[in-house]
């Protein structure tokens, strides 16, 4: 009886942790919609705020990361930086396509970024620090982005996109890593405290999202150190 016990207790663990998998799975934030076959664009809360870190960096002037002013000077500078992935939870694709094709609706806003080594879409989404009250501390950069599918989320298979042919297939996500390039808010001589880390995207409101569900914009609370002493790596 004992053993039947255990192996029941075993098997219900087992039912329990694979059933567990599989809710993670399929338990998305933003699961796709009927959005008119439009995108809905937003960003992965959990990603964001659990690569959230500060660091201290150093740039020179023939940096790509300066010249694109990413960061406010050279030297050593203090930077917030954190992962951004864009998900399209609507049913339709984001397609941004070709910058070469001349009847690409999009063609005015393709720039190219020497950080990177593509082109992006300019004005796409803001970073900027603020006070717990809402003031603006850092307005941050615009960083711009090249839409691709990096994971996906929900829904069916990836149509492929990438910075050759932009875009983001329903259901999936584009992933921008902290240690990209300006994938940050330069935070040098921010003074010790508490504030708010907001991110907007589709700021100038390129893209047509249908109904729009789904927020354009994510804010969390960091805790800035003294600026006088150094954060490790
Ligand atoms: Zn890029």
Same mark, same amino acid.
């Given at each position: 009886?004992?053993?039947?016990?255990?192996?029941?207790?075993?098997?219900?663990?087992?039912?329990?942790?694979?059933?567990?998998?599989?809710?993670?799975?399929?338990?998305?934030?933003?699961?796709?919609?009927?959005?008119?076959?439009?995108?809905?664009?937003?960003?992965?809360?959990?990603?964001?705020?659990?690569?959230?870190?500060?660091?201290?960096?150093?740039?020179?002037?023939?940096?790509?990361?300066?010249?694109?002013?990413?960061?406010?000077?050279?030297?050593?500078?203090?930077?917030?930086?954190?992962?951004?992935?864009?998900?399209?939870?609507?049913?339709?694709?984001?397609?941004?396509?070709?910058?070469?094709?001349?009847?690409?609706?999009?063609?005015?806003?393709?720039?190219?970024?020497?950080?990177?080594?593509?082109?992006?879409?300019?004005?796409?989404?803001?970073?900027?620090?603020?006070?717990?009250?809402?003031?603006?501390?850092?307005?941050?950069?615009? !960083?711009?982005?090249?839409?691709?599918?990096?994971?996906?989320?929900?829904?069916?298979?990836?149509?492929?996109?990438?910075?050759?042919?932009?875009?983001?297939?329903?259901? *999936?996500?584009? *992933?921008?890593?902290? !240690?990209?390039?300006? !994938? *940050?808010?330069?935070?040098?001589?921010?003074?010790?405290?508490?504030?708010?880390?907001?991110?907007?995207?589709?700021?100038?409101?390129?893209?047509?999202?249908?109904?729009?569900?789904?927020?354009?914009?994510?804010?969390?609370?960091?805790?800035?150190?003294?600026?006088?002493?150094?954060?490790?790596?």
């Amino acid at each position: 009886m004992k053993q039947i016990t255990v192996g029941l207790a075993l098997l219900l663990l087992v039912l329990l942790t694979s059933q567990h998998a599989v809710a993670q799975r399929s338990s998305v934030d933003y699961p796709v919609y009927d959005n008119g076959g439009k995108p809905d664009l937003t960003i992965d809360p959990k990603r964001f705020v659990s690569q959230m870190a500060i660091i201290d960096r150093y740039f020179d002037a023939a940096g790509c990361e300066f010249q694109e002013g990413a960061v406010g000077g050279t030297g050593y500078r203090r930077i917030l930086r954190f992962d951004t992935v864009v998900i399209n939870g609507g049913d339709g694709d984001l397609i941004v396509g070709d910058r070469a094709d001349p009847t690409n609706p999009y063609a005015a806003y393709f720039y190219f970024s020497p950080c990177h080594g593509h082109y992006h879409i300019r004005d796409f989404s803001v970073y900027e620090l603020l006070t717990l009250d809402g003031t603006l501390v850092v307005a941050g950069h615009k !960083q711009g982005f090249c839409f691709e599918d990096s994971f996906k989320y929900d829904g069916g298979k990836s149509h492929g996109y990438d910075c050759a042919y932009q875009g983001i297939t329903s259901g *999936w996500g584009d *992933w921008y890593y902290k !240690q990209l390039g300006g !994938q *940050w808010i330069d935070i040098t001589g921010v003074p010790e405290g508490d504030y708010i880390v907001r991110v907007t995207i589709n700021l100038a409101g390129i893209f047509d999202e249908g109904a729009n569900r789904y927020p354009n914009v994510i804010e969390t609370r960091i805790h800035v150190p003294d600026p006088r002493n150094k954060v490790s790596n």
